[in-house]
């Protein structure tokens, strides 16, 4: 008999038991990794070791109005600009921004050669015109007691209206710049045009100005307006001429009415600026800390710190007793406005469910790190 024909069907008995073998380890291991895959996908994590995790009861959903800060503001068509009229330095700044001051009252020094110019000026045609009523006086009584002649009355009158002319031009050119003959000097005063704060200043003390430049902003002493930010995507139906209440820890309330819609981002934060007119007076002063009542949706409260963000969703980890003890899963929901420490959730919850309200994190960190293949890389199969 021919040996090779015996050695021919033991090698293939050995090449078939060897691809059965390998043929249910590769099952074995999809098996295996497919086990893996389902627990990622469920997110069913034990709770037992894990501290620092604070649990709580989803409570029922309500719909009502939150208080949230804000801050009163001066309308911007109460503010004017502090604009020097004349040339000079300035001396000194009397006015604190943010101070109130009372209307007249002084807030900015200017010591100006053009304003001595010009009260040097009306101070010479003052007397100019004094000389020329004094001399037409004369006269007049020299030309009624038949001891003067005509022609010099009549030069006389002429002059005396010159002199008029020229002290009332001189006198113009000082109250142009703001100020009465009598009580202008070397030194300009600028004053509150109304009770109000100076916003700020763009000059500095010792600084030279040019007439009509810009010295700083003043704003009115009432704040017509409230300044609030609040997260995206901000209340639903908060349309603009909705109505609210807006409060000060002093006691007093006013209503106020939405303005516009929100089309401004605060750099740095991306949260959305809306502005509110308030009703009646007396007004707050600008800069005032207020708390407007904004109206929400229909959903719970949880802490922030229950939300976490899994692969572009927002969602808490829920908590289910079992055989084996408590198992977190993550639960997708709709997320709503941020209230300070709390978020509105408006759906993907029901009243009595357990959550962790707190260290949702370390959960989140153990389910990412599940879901990670062994040594970075993806199971080849």
Not at 51 to 79: H, N, T, Y
Request: aromatic share 4%.
């Amino acid at each position: 008999m021919n040996p090779f024909a015996m050695r021919l069907p033991l090698t293939l008995v050995l090449l078939a038991g060897l691809g059965c073998s390998k043929k249910a380890a590769h099952e074995a291991n999809a098996h295996e990794h497919g086990q893996e895959a389902a627990e990622v996908q469920g997110a069913h994590i034990p709770l037992e070791g894990i501290r620092g995790l604070r649990l709580m009861k989803v409570p029922e959903a309500r719909l009502e109005g939150r208080w949230v800060s804000g801050e009163a503001m001066g309308d911007e068509a109460a503010q004017a600009l502090l604009a020097s009229p004349v040339k000079g330095i300035v001396s000194q700044l009397l006015a604190i921004p943010g101070q109130g001051k009372g209307a007249g009252t002084p807030l900015a020094l200017i010591q100006s050669p053009e304003l001595a110019h010009l009260k040097a000026e009306w101070i010479a045609a003052k007397a100019k015109l004094e000389r020329a009523q004094a001399d037409l006086g004369r006269e007049e009584r020299l030309f009624q007691a038949g001891a003067g002649a005509r022609r010099d009355l009549e030069a006389t009158r002429s002059e005396c209206a010159t002199a008029r002319a020229e002290e009332e031009a001189t006198r113009l050119g000082l109250e142009a710049v703001g100020l009465k003959p009598g009580e202008a000097g070397a030194t300009y005063v600028m004053k509150a045009p109304t009770s109000g704060s100076v916003v700020a200043w763009k000059v500095q003390r010792g600084q030279g100005v040019e007439a009509g430049q810009e010295l700083g902003s003043f704003q009115a002493a009432q704040a017509a307006v409230v300044r609030l930010e609040l997260s995206q995507p901000g209340p639903i139906g908060w349309n603009p001429g909705a109505e609210t209440e807006v409060r000060h820890g002093g006691g007093r309330t006013w209503r106020a009415r939405l303005e516009g819609t929100p089309s401004a981002l605060t750099p740095g934060t991306g949260r959305l600026t809306y502005r509110l007119r308030l009703q009646g007076g007396p007004l707050p002063m600008p800069g005032t800390p207020v708390e407007v009542k904004v109206p929400l949706e229909n959903g719970v409260f949880l802490p922030q710190a229950a939300l976490q963000q899994m692969e572009g969703r927002w969602g808490v980890f829920t908590v289910e007793e079992g055989q084996a003890g408590r198992r977190a899963m993550f639960q997708p929901v709709k997320r709503g406005m941020d209230l300070r420490d709390e978020v509105l959730v408006l759906e993907g919850l029901r009243p009595g469910e357990t959550v962790v309200a707190e260290g949702a994190y370390l959960l989140k960190a153990f389910q990412q790190k599940r879901s990670e293949p062994e040594g970075g890389e993806g199971h080849g199969h």
